[in-house]
């Protein structure tokens, strides 16, 4: 499935609620991540498998 490019490149954590604070951001085609109070750094991995982990519960909260 090609990515929707209506959406923006970030997506913000779904948990992370409207007022800010400890937001993990992920970007749509690459397989990095961000926190958003310091958007200039960007962590490159595979998080494939990390997103899995927490999609299947194998992660708690």
């Not at 961000?34 to 519960?57: M, Q, T």
């Amino acid at each position: 499935m090609a990515p929707d490019r209506r959406l923006p490149a970030w997506r913000k954590s779904s948990h992370s609620g409207g007022e800010g604070g400890n937001c993990i951001e992920v970007h749509r085609d690459l397989n990095v991540l961000r926190d958003s109070k310091n958007p200039s750094v960007v962590l490159c991995a595979d998080i494939g498998p990390f997103l899995e982990a927490i999609k299947s519960g194998r992660l708690g909260r």
